[in-house]
């Protein structure tokens, strides 16, 4: 059995290793000019104006929260179009379900305006 893992231990130390290298040598090897304009907030030398606590209409966030489920959607769907084929009609039912809870979600959301921008 260890031999099994054996390459993915192998692989798993070689890359933390490059990783760790490449870290240290871009520390040791690479130039360091600190300057005022580089340690300002932004380097295209525009003053930042307002504050960072500034707050954002809730509409930012809903649009994001709708944006994740249906993002999420494509992530399931694709794997069920792969292999659609060989879970018969089960994976077909199962997949209809939550395509329609996603639907009624859909058209939940479109009446109650979420999708609109003002």
């Not at 290298?21 to 690479?30: E, S, Y």
């Not at 930012?60 to 999420?72: C, E, G, N, R, S």
């Amino acid at each position: 059995m260890l031999s099994e893992y054996l390459s993915i231990l192998i692989y798993m130390i070689l890359a933390s290793g490059i990783t760790l290298v490449v870290i240290f040598a871009n520390k040791l090897l690479g130039p360091s000019r600190p300057s005022a304009r580089k340690s300002a907030a932004y380097e295209s030398g525009i003053k930042p104006t307002g504050t960072a606590r500034e707050r954002f209409h809730i509409r930012y966030h809903v649009i994001a929260m709708i944006f994740l489920v249906f993002d999420l959607e494509i992530a399931f769907i694709y794997p069920w179009a792969v292999i659609y084929k060989t879970l018969g009609w089960a994976g077909f039912i199962e997949m209809m379900i939550f395509l329609g809870i996603l639907i009624i979600g859909f058209l939940y959301a479109w009446k109650r305006g979420a999708f609109t921008w003002e």
